[in-house]
């Protein structure tokens, strides 16, 4: 029993610093010419938070010749047509798209995104959500990682927290998940991304058939999409810059959050064979890892044994996380490390099951 917790943890080990030398893989090869940008919004009652998007988006430090700014009503209430409506008249690179009728063969955000594509002038496509603040020169870090060979992008998504402390936590945790992000991009493999900041080209977009295949579910259009088009895909980055940051509102309340956490993990059974395998492992060393942690507790495994295997799996961590801090500079958040630590796998296992099994909400 000792040897097989050594060797899960010692394979758990290796799938970590598998995505750390994927971040180190990472180049730095970058675009000089400025090349033409469609930036593509998907909203749905967004009046709250539109404004102070498209003010960022209309100022960006990217020539406006260069690039349109594309909004999806997707069947709004609000007033949100009304106000992109009255942007308009100041700002001839905005362009409105109404969806007054879901499409039952792609269902959700994914048809007004799809409307959207549709409509856009340039290859490079770059996605946000309404409810994000990116930097104002966001464009110009998306066309500087775009070189001849690179086809899809992805950037840093931090949530804006009021409380400090759940900021670090909640933070924190999401840095995990970029730094996924970008150790899978250093293979050139796409696991997972954020819709908050992405990029990738028309081209591609079509030679893949678009949301077809996946367009029956009502999320996905970032990760499940990455998914699809990988195999079409040359060369993936990720930007580190801080002028590439986008951040985004967290939720209103924990409803809302648990509904986004089960959103999240509902798409694991819509992944291809080798990403749920390898989640597949990871849900299951959890499992062993708290096994084990009772064992320790009752004396069934020694103090010195827990320390090893407890070791093995806080140092492939942490060194996930600092590398991946160090180059968005974020390495404060690493003060939440010791109580994130104590909380994730409960976390991680109670949404994977919920999210597979359970039901949620999406967006009214």
Not at 245 to 264: G, Q, T
């Amino acid at each position: 029993m000792l040897t097989f917790l050594f060797v899960i943890s010692f394979f758990y080990f290796g799938i970590i610093s598998f995505f750390i030398i994927g971040i180190l893989l990472l180049k730095k090869e970058f675009n000089q010419h400025p090349q033409k940008i469609s930036v593509i919004i998907a909203a749905r009652n967004e009046e709250k938070h539109l404004p102070e998007l498209l003010e960022i988006l209309f100022n960006q430090s990217y020539k406006k010749d260069d690039y349109e700014i594309i909004v999806a009503d997707d069947r709004s209430i609000d007033r949100t047509s009304e106000i992109i409506e009255q942007l308009q008249k100041d700002n001839i690179n905005l362009k409105l798209i109404k969806i007054h009728k879901e499409n039952k063969k792609i269902v959700g955000k994914k048809g007004a995104l799809d409307a959207a594509i549709k409509e856009a002038k340039y290859d490079i496509l770059a996605f946000t959500d309404a409810d994000c603040l990116p930097s104002k020169n966001w464009l110009l870090e998306i066309n500087k990682h775009f070189t001849a060979d690179t086809d899809f992008i992805a950037g840093y998504s931090p949530l804006i927290v009021k409380n400090k402390f759940l900021s670090f936590l909640k933070n924190l945790e999401r840095a995990s998940i970029f730094a996924i992000n970008a150790g899978s991009f250093g293979w050139n493999w796409g696991i997972t991304c954020t819709a908050r900041n992405m990029a990738y080209r028309k081209s591609l977009f079509n030679k893949a058939n678009g949301f077809s295949g996946i367009g029956y579910l009502s999320s996905g259009d970032d990760d499940l999409m990455l998914q699809k088009i990988s195999k079409y895909t040359k060369k993936m980055n990720f930007m580190f810059s801080q002028h590439s940051i986008v951040e985004s509102y967290d939720k209103r309340n924990l409803h809302e959050h648990a509904d986004l956490e089960s959103r999240r993990a509902s798409k694991w059974k819509y992944y291809p064979l080798s990403i749920k395998l390898m989640t597949l492992f990871i849900f299951t060393y959890y499992i062993i890892f708290l096994l084990s942690f009772i064992g320790f507790i009752f004396n069934y495994i020694s103090a010195v044994n827990f320390l090893y295997i407890l070791l093995i799996k806080i140092i492939s961590e942490f060194l996930l996380l600092l590398i991946f801090l160090i180059k968005i500079q974020r390495k404060r958040l690493l003060l939440a490390f010791p109580l994130a630590e104590l909380v994730y796998i409960p976390y991680f296992i109670f949404f994977a099951l919920k999210g597979t099994f359970g039901t949620f909400k999406w967006k009214n």
